[in-house]
Protein backbone atom coordinates (compact mmCIF):
# COMPACT_ATOMS: atom_id res chain seq x y z
CA UNK A 1 0.00 0.00 0.00
CA UNK A 2 1.47 3.18 -0.70
CA UNK A 3 0.82 5.67 1.52
CA UNK A 4 0.83 9.72 1.01
CA UNK A 5 4.36 11.53 2.69
CA UNK A 6 3.16 13.02 5.96
CA UNK A 7 4.85 14.87 9.03
CA UNK A 8 3.20 14.13 12.75
CA UNK A 9 4.09 17.11 14.98
CA UNK A 10 2.93 17.14 18.91
CA UNK A 11 0.52 14.95 20.62
CA UNK A 12 -2.69 14.76 21.50
CA UNK A 13 -6.58 15.38 19.72
CA UNK A 14 -5.19 15.27 15.80
CA UNK A 15 -5.58 18.14 13.36
CA UNK A 16 -5.25 16.85 9.56
CA UNK A 17 -3.56 19.58 7.54
CA UNK A 18 -4.15 19.21 3.37
CA UNK A 19 -2.55 21.66 1.13
CA UNK A 20 -3.62 23.16 -2.09
CA UNK A 21 -2.89 23.09 -6.04
CA UNK A 22 0.87 23.49 -6.59
CA UNK A 23 1.49 23.19 -2.36
CA UNK A 24 3.24 21.04 -0.64
CA UNK A 25 2.97 20.24 3.43
CA UNK A 26 5.74 22.39 4.07
CA UNK A 27 3.50 25.75 3.17
CA UNK A 28 2.02 24.47 6.34
CA UNK A 29 4.67 24.08 8.81
CA UNK A 30 4.77 27.49 10.41
CA UNK A 31 1.11 27.26 11.40
CA UNK A 32 1.27 23.55 12.10
CA UNK A 33 4.06 24.01 14.56
CA UNK A 34 1.60 26.40 16.25
CA UNK A 35 -1.47 24.25 16.46
CA UNK A 36 0.95 21.11 17.93
CA UNK A 37 1.62 23.02 21.11
CA UNK A 38 -1.24 21.81 22.20
CA UNK A 39 -2.55 19.06 19.74
CA UNK A 40 -1.18 16.34 17.32
CA UNK A 41 -1.02 17.65 14.22
CA UNK A 42 -0.55 15.55 10.83
CA UNK A 43 0.56 17.25 7.86
CA UNK A 44 -0.11 16.08 4.18
CA UNK A 45 1.18 15.74 1.01
CA UNK A 46 -1.29 14.62 -1.02
CA UNK A 47 -0.74 12.31 -4.53
CA UNK A 48 0.81 13.96 -7.25
CA UNK A 49 2.17 16.79 -4.92
CA UNK A 50 5.49 17.25 -2.60
CA UNK A 51 6.94 14.18 -1.93
CA UNK A 52 3.79 11.84 -2.07
CA UNK A 53 3.39 9.34 -4.76
CA UNK A 54 3.09 10.08 -8.56
CA UNK A 55 -0.06 8.53 -9.69
CA UNK A 56 -1.60 8.47 -13.34
CA UNK A 57 -5.44 9.00 -11.31
CA UNK A 58 -5.73 12.46 -10.19
CA UNK A 59 -9.76 12.95 -8.32
CA UNK A 60 -11.32 14.22 -5.16
CA UNK A 61 -12.85 10.27 -4.46
CA UNK A 62 -9.22 8.95 -4.90
CA UNK A 63 -7.75 11.65 -2.67
CA UNK A 64 -10.01 11.37 -0.06
CA UNK A 65 -9.56 7.28 0.13
CA UNK A 66 -5.76 7.80 -0.31
CA UNK A 67 -6.17 10.13 3.21
CA UNK A 68 -8.78 7.35 5.02
CA UNK A 69 -5.62 4.79 4.07
CA UNK A 70 -3.27 7.11 6.02
CA UNK A 71 -5.44 7.62 8.79
CA UNK A 72 -5.77 3.71 9.14
CA UNK A 73 -2.35 3.35 8.57
CA UNK A 74 -1.68 5.86 11.90
CA UNK A 75 -4.28 4.23 13.98
CA UNK A 76 -6.30 7.57 14.10
CA UNK A 77 -10.23 6.89 13.99
CA UNK A 78 -11.34 10.34 14.03
CA UNK A 79 -9.50 13.41 13.67
CA UNK A 80 -10.52 17.24 12.32
CA UNK A 81 -9.84 18.11 9.25
CA UNK A 82 -8.42 21.26 8.00
CA UNK A 83 -8.22 21.99 4.15
CA UNK A 84 -7.14 24.96 1.61
CA UNK A 85 -8.48 25.58 -2.25
CA UNK A 86 -7.84 21.88 -3.44
CA UNK A 87 -7.17 20.42 0.22
CA UNK A 88 -10.38 22.02 1.03
CA UNK A 89 -12.54 19.60 -1.88
CA UNK A 90 -10.46 16.69 -0.80
CA UNK A 91 -11.53 17.51 2.88
CA UNK A 92 -15.66 18.08 1.76
CA UNK A 93 -14.75 14.80 0.23
CA UNK A 94 -13.59 13.23 2.86
CA UNK A 95 -16.02 14.23 5.43
CA UNK A 96 -18.70 13.13 2.85
CA UNK A 97 -17.24 9.77 2.09
CA UNK A 98 -15.84 9.00 6.22
CA UNK A 99 -18.32 11.22 7.83
CA UNK A 100 -17.78 8.88 11.19
CA UNK A 101 -13.79 9.93 10.73
CA UNK A 102 -14.18 13.38 10.72
CA UNK A 103 -14.73 15.17 14.32
CA UNK A 104 -14.47 18.55 13.11
CA UNK A 105 -13.86 20.24 9.52
CA UNK A 106 -12.45 23.36 8.59
CA UNK A 107 -12.08 24.67 4.40
CA UNK A 108 -10.04 27.69 3.45
CA UNK A 109 -10.98 29.58 1.06
CA UNK A 110 -12.88 27.03 -1.47
CA UNK A 111 -16.89 25.87 -1.89
CA UNK A 112 -18.65 22.89 -2.94
CA UNK A 113 -19.23 24.56 -6.49
CA UNK A 114 -17.76 23.80 -9.81
CA UNK A 115 -14.94 26.08 -10.59
CA UNK A 116 -13.80 26.37 -13.77
CA UNK A 117 -10.14 26.22 -15.01
CA UNK A 118 -8.23 29.39 -14.27
CA UNK A 119 -4.05 28.13 -13.85
CA UNK A 120 -3.46 28.26 -17.14
CA UNK A 121 -0.66 31.02 -16.75
CA UNK A 122 0.76 28.86 -13.91
CA UNK A 123 1.23 25.90 -15.91
CA UNK A 124 2.29 27.83 -18.88
CA UNK A 125 4.93 29.38 -16.66
CA UNK A 126 5.78 25.90 -15.13
CA UNK A 127 6.45 24.80 -18.42
CA UNK A 128 8.48 27.81 -19.55
CA UNK A 129 11.34 26.38 -17.39
CA UNK A 130 13.29 24.24 -19.07
CA UNK A 131 14.21 21.76 -15.61
CA UNK A 132 16.58 20.06 -17.35
CA UNK A 133 19.00 22.38 -18.31
CA UNK A 134 18.75 25.49 -15.41
CA UNK A 135 21.58 25.74 -13.41
CA UNK A 136 20.30 27.58 -10.55
CA UNK A 137 16.77 28.38 -8.68
CA UNK A 138 17.63 31.77 -9.54
CA UNK A 139 17.22 31.08 -13.45
CA UNK A 140 14.12 29.84 -13.18
CA UNK A 141 12.52 32.49 -11.13
CA UNK A 142 13.88 34.46 -14.28
CA UNK A 143 12.27 32.75 -16.90
CA UNK A 144 8.87 32.19 -14.38
CA UNK A 145 8.70 35.99 -13.84
CA UNK A 146 8.01 36.64 -17.66
CA UNK A 147 4.82 34.84 -17.08
CA UNK A 148 4.32 35.78 -13.07
CA UNK A 149 4.82 38.66 -12.44
CA UNK A 150 4.13 38.10 -8.48
CA UNK A 151 7.56 37.61 -6.73
CA UNK A 152 5.32 35.90 -3.74
CA UNK A 153 3.22 33.38 -6.21
CA UNK A 154 6.81 32.77 -8.22
CA UNK A 155 8.63 31.76 -4.54
CA UNK A 156 4.87 29.65 -3.27
CA UNK A 157 5.56 27.75 -7.30
CA UNK A 158 9.43 27.52 -6.77
CA UNK A 159 8.98 25.21 -4.15
CA UNK A 160 7.99 22.95 -5.84
CA UNK A 161 11.56 22.70 -7.69
CA UNK A 162 13.81 20.22 -6.34
CA UNK A 163 17.63 19.57 -6.52
CA UNK A 164 19.59 16.44 -6.78
CA UNK A 165 22.71 15.54 -8.09
CA UNK A 166 22.15 15.63 -11.80
CA UNK A 167 20.50 19.02 -11.48
CA UNK A 168 16.51 20.16 -11.19
CA UNK A 169 13.36 18.02 -11.63
CA UNK A 170 9.66 19.31 -10.31
CA UNK A 171 8.51 17.54 -7.30
CA UNK A 172 4.57 17.37 -8.46
CA UNK A 173 3.55 15.50 -11.23
CA UNK A 174 3.35 18.26 -13.75
CA UNK A 175 1.98 16.02 -16.54
CA UNK A 176 -1.07 14.62 -14.69
CA UNK A 177 -2.11 17.73 -12.84
CA UNK A 178 -2.03 19.60 -16.44
CA UNK A 179 -4.14 16.84 -17.75
CA UNK A 180 -6.60 16.66 -15.25
CA UNK A 181 -6.73 20.22 -14.56
CA UNK A 182 -10.56 20.18 -14.87
CA UNK A 183 -11.11 17.70 -11.80
CA UNK A 184 -9.45 20.14 -9.39
CA UNK A 185 -12.50 22.41 -10.29
CA UNK A 186 -14.86 19.75 -9.90
CA UNK A 187 -18.42 20.11 -7.79
CA UNK A 188 -19.13 18.19 -4.72
CA UNK A 189 -22.07 16.32 -5.07
CA UNK A 190 -24.73 18.41 -4.78
CA UNK A 191 -27.07 16.02 -2.99
CA UNK A 192 -24.32 15.18 -0.25
CA UNK A 193 -24.86 16.55 3.50
CA UNK A 194 -22.60 16.55 6.50
CA UNK A 195 -23.98 17.62 9.93
CA UNK A 196 -20.64 18.25 11.77
CA UNK A 197 -19.37 21.23 13.09
CA UNK A 198 -18.06 22.72 9.81
CA UNK A 199 -15.81 26.37 9.32
CA UNK A 200 -15.53 28.14 6.09
CA UNK A 201 -12.83 30.93 5.97
CA UNK A 202 -12.95 32.83 3.26
CA UNK A 203 -10.39 35.63 2.42
CA UNK A 204 -11.98 39.56 1.72
CA UNK A 205 -10.21 40.11 -1.15
CA UNK A 206 -10.90 36.36 -2.72
CA UNK A 207 -14.22 35.67 -4.35
CA UNK A 208 -13.59 32.16 -4.53
CA UNK A 209 -16.86 31.90 -1.61
CA UNK A 210 -19.21 34.89 -2.75
CA UNK A 211 -22.00 35.72 -0.97
CA UNK A 212 -23.95 33.72 -3.08
CA UNK A 213 -22.58 31.05 -2.20
CA UNK A 214 -23.12 30.49 1.56
CA UNK A 215 -26.98 28.94 0.61
CA UNK A 216 -25.21 26.01 -1.11
CA UNK A 217 -22.49 25.72 1.81
CA UNK A 218 -25.21 25.50 4.18
CA UNK A 219 -27.30 23.42 1.99
CA UNK A 220 -24.54 20.57 2.21
CA UNK A 221 -22.92 21.46 5.36
CA UNK A 222 -25.93 21.90 7.70
CA UNK A 223 -23.99 23.38 10.61
CA UNK A 224 -21.52 25.10 9.13
CA UNK A 225 -20.73 28.70 9.75
CA UNK A 226 -18.63 31.26 7.04
CA UNK A 227 -16.22 33.27 8.28
CA UNK A 228 -14.15 36.27 6.57
CA UNK A 229 -10.60 37.66 7.39
CA UNK A 230 -10.60 40.88 5.79
CA UNK A 231 -7.30 42.38 3.40
CA UNK A 232 -6.37 38.68 2.76
CA UNK A 233 -6.77 37.04 -0.44
CA UNK A 234 -7.00 33.06 -1.71
CA UNK A 235 -3.83 32.40 0.40
CA UNK A 236 -5.34 33.57 3.60
CA UNK A 237 -3.04 31.90 5.75
CA UNK A 238 0.21 33.18 4.05
CA UNK A 239 -1.17 36.31 4.16
CA UNK A 240 -2.70 36.86 7.58
CA UNK A 241 -1.10 33.74 9.75
CA UNK A 242 -1.49 35.40 12.95
CA UNK A 243 -5.73 36.32 11.43
CA UNK A 244 -6.17 32.94 10.39
CA UNK A 245 -4.63 31.02 13.24
CA UNK A 246 -6.73 32.58 16.00
CA UNK A 247 -10.17 31.87 14.18
CA UNK A 248 -8.66 28.60 13.46
CA UNK A 249 -8.26 28.28 17.05
CA UNK A 250 -11.40 29.31 18.96
CA UNK A 251 -13.31 27.15 16.42
CA UNK A 252 -10.99 24.03 17.62
CA UNK A 253 -11.69 24.88 21.24
Avoid: C
Amino acid sequence: MTLLNHKILGEGEPLVILHGLFGSLDNWMTLGKKWAEDRQVILVDQRNHGNSFHADEFNYQLMAQDLQKLLSHLKITKATILGHSMGGKTAMQFAIQYPEKVEKLIIADIGPKFYPVHHQTILKGFYSVPVNEIKSRNEADDILSKQITEFGIRQFLLKNLARDKNGFSWKMNLDVIAKNIEEVGKALNQNATFDKPTLFVRGGNSDYITNDDANMIHSIFTDSKLETIDGAGHWLHAEKPDEFFELINSFLN
